[in-house]
């Protein structure tokens, strides 16, 4: 009977073993790649899905792989660097005559009104521009945003950008007094983003059907010129994954350095001015300072005392009005543009309000997140299937320069046509966003772990009533012996 418990204990034990081996923290399985094009050199999109592979934020345990389990030689096609510190500056703003095509499109229809703004430099990149409206203005306005180095060769930035100047009512129903500052009682559009891009003009001129926005001031922020950066990918809608009283939290896949969110509220004819907060899972940080206009000074205040509290620490990462808002004569709906992050990997974003959270909607808003996609040339060497793969703790092998990869290859040259993939699942559904699938992926799925532990469990109340059987048979034996 003792053998059968100790068997018992260490099938136990052994089972045990396994399930923390299958927990969430396992190292992710190597990633299969689609080759297209004449190589030897191809270039690898390493975008959100791919991101998964790795165990860094940085990616650099990352490898390609050949069949034999080999290392392929690679660079990173761009190398990260920091940063460079913004300058805001204010511009000057000059009415000027609109542009042929829209003075004839205006002569029947609404009056339409055009602007030059000079940042004075064409070296430096373009972030944001702020643009002032005459006190006590109240409405929504849409602006075509062009730029030129010349004032001659226009190239468009936007074509839709949003002025707002709105005046804050009372919530219906509001758990506690709105704030005073004169700040608050008015809800203005934040920056317009311009994507760095290079120039020293812009021409501003109102949409068809929007009303002429009365223009004082206007003020650029600026860097240094960079190489534009790749286009952000976005994902799917993501759902909030609880809500108070003044604020919606929403998880996040590991390993995302997020540049941007878009916030949606779920009611037409919806605006409000919301914190957006990142969760620090490690040791705390300095607080992050977007590029956005104001800081929340109340909502840092409760942020600090929170983190002196146990429990997750949270960094203030932007501010912005978000909106959804109709307008008249048919024009297009105003919906609030995506807020720039500074690429923090969070665990999870919040959006906290300061009224009720319900004044963005009667469900909680939903978010997207985008993220720049980085790219990775390797030359394929040996026999296929090649695989994206984490880095052994041993392994050596560490990324080139692009130009040690390929030695003929022009400083400006583009990168090798041929490319690499990570491959599609074979049992594909619908359409998604790769970042949709990451959310999905990342989600706990995993239906066997209740049985796995229910199974456990019976399985040590066997053992303890084996075990309680063993001791008892003793005093039950020395209890007759005495009785006889």
């Known amino acids: 009977m003792k053998n059968a418990a100790l068997t018992g204990f260490a099938m136990l034990a052994l089972a045990c073993s396994q399930a923390g081996l299958a927990a969430p923290g396992a190292v992710a399985a190597p990633l299969p790649l689609t080759l297209a094009g004449t190589g030897p050199y191809y270039t690898l999109n390493v975008n959100t899905t791919a991101r998964q592979a790795s165990g860094r934020l940085d990616l650099s345990d990352l490898r390609v792989r050949n069949a034999a389990g080999d290392a392929m030689a690679f660079a990173w096609a761009e190398v990260p660097t920091p940063a460079p510190d913004p300058q805001r500056m204010p511009a000057r703003l000059y009415k000027v005559p609109l542009p042929p095509a829209d003075a004839a499109s205006s002569i029947e229809g609404r009056p339409r009104q055009a602007w030059v703004v000079d940042a004075r430099d064409a070296r430096l990149d373009l972030m944001q521009l702020e643009l002032g409206l005459e006190p006590g203005t109240q409405g929504a306005y849409t602006l075509r945003i062009e730029a030129s180095d010349d004032l001659q060769h226009w190239r468009t930035v936007a074509e839709d950008a949003q002025v707002v100047q709105l005046q804050a009512l009372p919530q219906v129903g509001a758990a506690g007094a709105l704030a005073t500052k004169s700040g608050r009682e008015q809800l203005k559009s934040d920056p317009i983003d311009l994507d760095a ?20 001031t206007a003020t650029i922020t600026r860097v240094p010129h960079r190489p534009a ?17 003044n604020s919606c939290e929403y998880a996040l896949p590991r390993n995302l350095p997020i540049a941007a969110v878009q916030v949606a509220p779920t009611d037409v004819d919806t605006i409000g001015q919301v ?37 997750p620490v949270w960094d203030d990462v932007a501010e912005a009005n978000v909106y959804w ?3 008249p004569s048919g024009a297009p709906d105003l919906h609030s543009p995506p807020l720039r992050l500074g690429g923090e990997s969070w665990a999870a974003l919040r959006l906290e309000t300061f009224g009720p959270i319900s004044q963005l909607g009667h469900t909680a808003p939903t978010i997207r997140v985008g993220v720049r996609p980085r790219q990775l040339v390797f030359v ?34 583009p990168l090798p046509e041929a490319t690499a993939t990570v491959a599609a699942p074979i049992a594909a559904s619908a359409p998604s966003s790769p970042i949709a699938d990451v959310v999905k992926a990342g989600a706990p799925t995993s239906s066997d772990s209740p049985w796995l532990w229910a199974a456990l469990l019976a399985g040590l109340a066997l053992m303890g009533g084996m075990a309680w059987s063993l001791l008892r048979k003793p005093r039950a034996a020395s209890s007759q012996a005495d009785g006889s």
């Open 325 to 327: 808002l109709t307008q």
């Open 380 to 413: 394929a060497r040996g026999e296929g299937p090649f695989v994206l793969a984490r880095a052994t703790a041993t392994e050596q092998t560490a990324p080139m320069t692009l130009a040690a990869l390929m030695p003929a290859r022009a400083p400006d040259a």
């Open 229 to 245: 950066p790749p286009p952000l990918e976005w994902s799917a809608a993501i759902a909030a994954t609880n809500c108070d009283a």
């Open 275 to 311: 914190m957006v907060a990142g969760r620090v899972d490690g040791p705390r940080t300095p607080p992050r300072h977007s590029l956005l206009r104001g800081s929340l000074h109340a909502l840092r205040l409760k942020a600090d005392r929170s983190a002196d509290r146990a429990g």
């Open 197 to 216: 891009v290079p120039a020293r003009y812009l021409r501003l001129t109102t949409a068809p059907r929007s009303a002429i926005p009365p223009l004082v």
